[in-house]
């Protein structure tokens, strides 16, 4: 395999973890909570694609589809069930209530699909261009990254409920004096968030095999890219998710680099960010 091969692959890959990393840094830029519950949610999202293939015989993409309704109910569910009571509450309180769900949703997939690994079996063949030879999947669910990123935007700045989003982003006392909604609009934004860590989940599994744990390591770069990008940014966590896939597939190319060394650079980068440019790459102040 070449590097111009690793290297569209990893950016391929990039778009996806941009859309995981969006749903996460929705979540935080809306109402300034951390999700820990994002990681699950993402293996939900991988286990209903391949139920939706196996069990109702559906083409992995439709479950992809089914998934996205699924996952914006349960994000308004988890909202209205853990998160509203202490939106208000200091911020470990959201921390621990999300860290909660993370656990609950860990141990019923545990007991119902034990720790082993599932497979959607699924393939779209290859495509080449020139040197470069990808699979089909990873071209498909980058344009699908594409798609989703799109649609969000248009939602959230050609919409009523968007802008009412927007507006509560920005000074949430303010837009409950204008008779924006509050309560209604950050379970909207929480399921939003819900629903691209689920489209996330459900495009990974179309290429990769997972288990119930597998999210974890997706909550991980989410947490990465949406530093890099800009937390609240959800353009910036798109940006973000192309650089991180760029190093993972760039990293496997140079033999001398052991690929365990991935997340070591991942990480170190990450507390470069962190210290250079706290907002991101394409954050804001306040």
């Known amino acids: 395999m070449n590097i111009l091969t690793f290297l569209a692959d990893g950016l391929l890959i990039g778009f996806v973890y941009g859309i995981a990393a969006m749903g996460l840094t929705l979540i935080w830029g809306v109402m300034n909570v951390i999700n820990l519950s994002h990681g699950p949610i993402i293996a939900l999202g991988m286990f209903g694609v391949y139920f939706a293939a196996t069990s109702l015989g559906a083409n992995p993409y439709v479950g992809v589809i089914l998934v996205s309704f699924a996952g914006l109910l349960l994000g308004m569910f988890i909202y209205a069930v853990a998160i509203h009571r202490v939106i208000n509450a200091p911020h470990l309180s959201t921390l621990l209530a999300t860290f909660a769900v993370n656990m609950i949703i860990i141990g019923l997939g545990t007991t119902a699909f034990t720790t082993s690994a599932y497979n959607v079996d699924f393939s779209l063949g290859n495509i080449s261009a020139?040197?470069?030879?990808?699979?089909?999947?990873?071209?498909?669910?980058?344009?699908?990254?594409?798609?989703?990123?799109?649609?969000?935007?248009?939602?959230?700045?050609?919409?009523?409920?968007?802008?009412?989003?927007?507006?509560?982003?920005?000074?949430?006392?303010?837009?409950?004096?204008?008779?924006?909604?509050?309560a209604r609009i950050l379970a909207l934004s929480f399921g939003l968030g819900t629903m691209l860590a689920a489209i996330a989940g459900g495009l990974i599994a179309t290429f990769f095999p997972f288990t119930i744990l597998s999210g974890g390591a997706y909550e991980l770069k989410s947490f990465v890219v949406g530093v890099m990008g800009g937390v609240g940014n959800p353009l910036g966590a798109l940006i973000g998710g192309l650089i991180l896939g760029m190093l993972e597939g760039l990293i496997p190319a140079f033999k001398f680099i052991p690929t365990s060394w991935t997340p070591v650079i991942e990480f170190t980068l990450f507390v470069i960010i962190l210290l250079v440019r706290p907002t991101g790459l394409l954050g804001t102040k306040k």
């Open 130 to 182: 020139g040197p470069i030879n990808t699979p089909t999947t990873r071209v498909v669910a980058a344009f699908a990254s594409v798609l989703v990123t799109g649609t969000l935007y248009l939602f959230l700045y050609r919409t009523t409920p968007g802008k009412y989003i927007r507006a509560v982003t920005d000074n949430r006392a303010a837009a409950e004096l204008m008779g924006i909604p509050s």
